[in-house]
């Protein structure tokens, strides 16, 4: 099978140098800096597990973020379990998470036997508030997770002083936010522990994997006991990752990604003959049945892909750079149609330093918008245009009650989001094509 897919990634190469001639503009930003020397040595570490490149890479990230330290796995959501497990969750608790969240962070709370309960979001940031959580605040309320929306730091300092006073462990989702910061204070520095996530959609992309960080010692301890333990990612699967790894190095760029829809049917034509086995982790996106798990979980992170990590790392104060240009680009173009749509409030909050992953805002006719940007960009990768995304079955199955979340729901159909993981060049021309869709619908 894998001698099949190298075979195939040699036809795909000369693909990718024959550009498609309009730009399209995805959620995921291949690594196409990297040369041939880098894929030299990351290849060489693939099916390695060095204990020694995945302890330097956790070290990093964790200066990133300030005084903790992390412990990785192979996805955020694995880190989010070890905290479950860490802090003693089980049958009987209940962990308040938002609803504008996705179903893998749902798994990992069912994974412990716990009940997951959604709060609303604060549409200041689109990301948690205390109102929101205090209304599913119960005597059950073991753990708490604010989460921090597309770089947009939530409104964390009262969050803090309410789990506190209640006793109750506060974990900050920072999957979506790298850097950015609260009166000064990079989030993840709030609460007892935070999680981040590395896979290829996230600020920092190494495919797949995840961080749990903390300044507790005892439950770094903890962590690191189930990291030591968990099982590794099969050489199979390495070796999948690796093949896609080389995949979106080539296509995943404003110039190629359209070229990723002709390989998933190319690739889908050959799962019928030969079942390709997903690299990405997914089966549980799309179930709550633990059985249907066919990967290891919780697993460690694969050591090519902690190195990877080292790359990105070393570009990260340039790419923060990048990314605040384009935050400001955007806000100064779209603000001039503020009678078709609307920013968040935290976009003019200063007491905020904002590292946008995504640059966000609401349209009241959101589906007509998408409509006419779909040959520009990849919309069905906008989040979150309903509570618990990234599943194909029913939110219901997930225990929640529409409803339930009036905010997350009314955001969800009006939301609209662009990458700010692009290059400044590739994000004005973007934005550009933005310009000339608003003013077309202002006359």
């Known amino acids: 099978m894998l ?201 920092i992309n190494t495919l797949i994997g995840g961080l749990a960080y903390t300044s507790n010692s005892d439950l770094y301890k903890k962590l690191r006991a189930q990291e030591l333990v968990a099982d590794e990612i099969s050489l199979n699967m390495q070796r999948l990752l ?56 919780p697993a460690r992170m694969p050591s090519f892909l902690a190195y990877l990590g080292l790359i990105e790392i070393n570009r990260w104060a340039k790419q923060v750079n990048v990314r605040s240009n384009n935050f400001e680009m955007a806000r100064k173009v779209l603000e001039k149609f503020s009678d078709s749509i609307s920013f968040p409030d935290a976009y003019f909050d200063s007491t905020l330093k904002i590292i946008p992953l995504r640059f966000v805002w609401l349209d009241s006719d959101a589906t007509l918008f998408k409509n006419k940007i779909r040959d520009i960009v990849d919309t069905p990768w906008i989040w979150f245009i309903s509570p618990i995304v990234g599943s194909d079955i029913s939110i219901d199955e997930f225990q929640y009650n529409r409803g339930s979340c009036p905010n997350s729901e009314s955001v969800g159909k009006q939301i609209i989001n662009i990458p700010c993981n692009i290059s400044q060049i590739d994000f004005t021309n973007l934005l550009t094509m933005l310009e000339k869709i608003y003013t077309i619908n202002d006359k």
């Open 3 to 203: 001698s099949i897919l190298n075979k195939l990634l040699l036809k795909l190469t000369t693909m990718a140098l024959l550009p498609i001639n309009n730009y399209f503009y995805g959620f995921i930003a291949g690594h196409d800096y990297i040369g041939n020397l880098g894929l030299i040595r990351l290849r060489r570490i693939v099916g390695i597990n060095s204990s020694k490149i995945n302890r330097k890479f956790e070290q990093k990230f964790a200066k990133l973020i300030g005084p903790g330290d992390a412990v990785s796995f192979a996805s955020g959501r694995m880190a989010f379990y070890a905290l479950l497990k860490s802090f003693g969750i089980g049958p009987g608790d209940e962990v308040i998470l938002p609803g504008f969240t996705c179903s893998v962070m749902v798994n990992a709370i069912l994974r412990t036997g716990a009940k997951p309960v959604y709060s609303d979001i604060d549409t200041a940031t689109y990301g948690s508030y205390l109102e929101g959580i205090e209304k599913v605040f119960s005597a059950n309320t073991k753990v708490i997770v604010a989460q921090h929306s597309f770089g947009i730091p939530c409104d964390i300092c009262p969050i803090v002083e309410f789990a506190n006073r209640n006793g109750v462990f506060l974990i900050e989702d920072c999957a979506l936010t790298v850097s950015s910061e609260k009166n000064g204070i990079r989030v993840g520095n709030f609460g007892n522990a935070a999680i981040f996530s590395t896979d290829h959609s996230k600020p």
């Open 242 to 297: 690796w093949f896609r790894f080389r995949i979106e190095r080539l296509f995943y760029n404003p110039r190629t990604y359209k070229w990723i829809n002709y390989l998933n049917l190319i690739l889908k034509l050959i799962s019928l003959i030969y079942p390709i086995r997903d690299s990405y982790l997914k089966d549980n996106t799309n179930s709550i049945s633990i059985k249907n798990i066919s990967y290891e979980y």
